[in-house]
């Protein structure tokens, strides 16, 4: 049973700052992983797949990289609207979500 | 565009089955190589997959969930379902379907989500 965890839990970050998020997963999923972005009362929404390829529509200033058991999320220059949740979620076997990163304004 | 829309009762009491459905909108549930997924997420934590149906009709469910979960298909409709029985207050929650690729397996396609709250 593959487990992900996601550091950190909490963040504050101010617009404009370069913030990145880890998942490191409890073994080895290759480039099996997607991240999420959820904003509060709304679905999840897919930013990237397949650990490093953005989703179409995603802006570009969202990044993602890593395979095997470490995995980042970079936002390069927060935006506002940037202020979130965000998951990581393991493809390897049956679909795993990592606790969540809450992004904040600082 | 795909759309996903659920549907059911927001109140269940203890013991009792839930019963939820995804309609399918914007592309047939039938074509392509797709899963349909039910996930939920319980107020304020995290995301939690229960289970999904394949185009085929074959199901994976989340092994800590697989003596209550039963996830069905009605192509007839475009839609698929899920039932949870026994439920427990635990099982209050936002309940989602979403759709994802074989080959990619991420949820590119996700519902609204609508709330379940195990009440008496």
């Known amino acids: 049973d593959i487990q992900l965890t996601q550091s950190p839990s909490f963040l504050s970050a101010s617009v404009g700052d370069r913030v990145t998020i880890t998942c490191r997963a409890s073994?080895?999923?290759?480039?099996?992983l997607a991240w999420y972005q959820q904003k509060p009362g709304k679905a999840p929404k897919l930013l990237i797949y397949a650990a490093s390829t953005l989703q179409s529509g995603v802006p570009s200033r969202f990044s993602g990289s890593g395979s095997g058991t470490e995995f980042t999320l970079t936002i390069s220059s927060l935006q506002p609207e940037d202020f979130a949740t965000y998951y990581c979620?393991?493809?390897?076997?049956?679909?795993?979500f990592g606790q969540g990163t809450r992004l904040e304004i600082k | 565009q795909v759309q996903l829309q659920e549907s059911g009762p927001g109140l269940v009491k203890p013991s009792q089955t839930l019963s939820l459905t995804c309609t399918v909108s914007?592309?047939?549930?039938?074509?392509?190589?797709?899963?349909w997924s039910w996930i939920r997420q319980p107020a304020g934590k995290g995301l939690e997959w229960i289970g999904r149906i394949y185009t085929s009709g074959s199901t994976n469910y989340n092994p800590s969930l697989k003596s209550r979960v039963t996830i069905s298909v009605d192509t007839s409709k475009n839609q698929f379902s899920l039932k949870l029985s026994s439920v427990t207050a635990a099982d209050t929650a936002v309940y989602y379907c979403a759709r994802s690729t074989t080959w990619r397996r991420d949820f590119d396609y996700w519902g609204q989500g609508t709330l379940v709250t195990v009440s008496s």
């Open positions: 979620q393991q493809l390897n076997s049956y679909p795993r």
């Open positions: 914007g592309g047939s549930i039938s074509s392509g190589s797709y899963y």
């Open positions: 073994q080895g999923i290759s480039s099996y």
